[in-house]
């Protein structure tokens, strides 16, 4: 019983991870549709203009500053680590909720293959909202759907 509830686990964590558009099948895993949720709020410009100068200096030396991530991301370093995903549309953050986005970048990954360190004590949590803000404004509009949908979706739970 518990290898089938580990890899049911396991298949809804890769199909929520593995989603490009807010047609997936994800949408249904916790029994709510996309019909359930409020449209996405509008982006406060003046947290994204906050957000990208934050970001530009504590983030893009990893992440770059075109949010381009390493060039071979996908390929771990010669320490066996992960390399700086993109943060863009290409990248993988929208896919997760605004709760998971600000515990990575508090505290660094939970991967432990993941070189991420967390900014606690260097950014503060309206500093950590702003460039959260700023890397939603790089999304297109599938991508800020989805992943306003995810945040929505973990607030009814």
Same mark, same amino acid.
Request: glycine share 8%.
């Given at each position: 019983?518990?290898?089938?509830?580990?890899?049911?686990? *396991?298949?809804?964590?890769?199909?929520?991870?593995?989603?490009?558009?807010?047609?997936?099948?994800?949408?249904?895993?916790?029994? *709510?549709?996309v019909?359930?949720?409020?449209?996405?709020?509008?982006?406060?410009?003046?947290?994204?203009?906050?957000?990208q100068?934050?970001?530009?200096?504590?983030?893009?030396?990893?992440?770059?500053?075109?949010?381009?991530?390493?060039?071979?991301?996908?390929?771990?370093?010669?320490?066996?680590? *992960?390399?700086?995903?993109?943060?863009?549309?290409?990248?993988?953050?929208?896919?997760?909720?605004?709760?998971?986005?600000?515990?990575?970048?508090?505290?660094?990954?939970?991967?432990?293959?993941?070189?991420?360190k967390?900014?606690?004590?260097?950014?503060?949590?309206?500093?950590?909202?702003?460039?959260?803000?700023?890397?939603?404004?790089?999304?297109?509009?599938?991508?800020?759907?989805?992943?306003?949908?995810?945040?929505?979706?973990?607030?009814q739970?």
């Amino acid at each position: 019983m518990r290898i089938i509830a580990a890899a049911l686990g *396991l298949v809804l964590t890769i199909t929520a991870c593995s989603a490009s558009s807010p047609e997936s099948d994800y949408f249904g895993t916790f029994g *709510l549709g996309v019909d359930d949720a409020p449209p996405a709020p509008d982006l406060d410009v003046g947290r994204v203009t906050a957000g990208q100068f934050t970001y530009l200096q504590n983030c893009a030396v990893c992440h770059q500053p075109n949010l381009s991530g390493a060039g071979d991301w996908k390929i771990r370093d010669k320490d066996g680590l *992960l390399k700086p995903p993109p943060l863009d549309s290409d990248g993988h953050a929208w896919h997760h909720s605004d709760n998971l986005l600000i515990e990575v970048i508090t505290d660094g990954s939970f991967d432990p293959d993941s070189a991420m360190k967390g900014f606690a004590g260097r950014l503060s949590d309206t500093e950590i909202a702003d460039v959260i803000e700023f890397l939603k404004s790089t999304w297109g509009p599938d991508e800020r759907s989805f992943q306003w949908f995810t945040t929505w979706q973990e607030t009814q739970q």
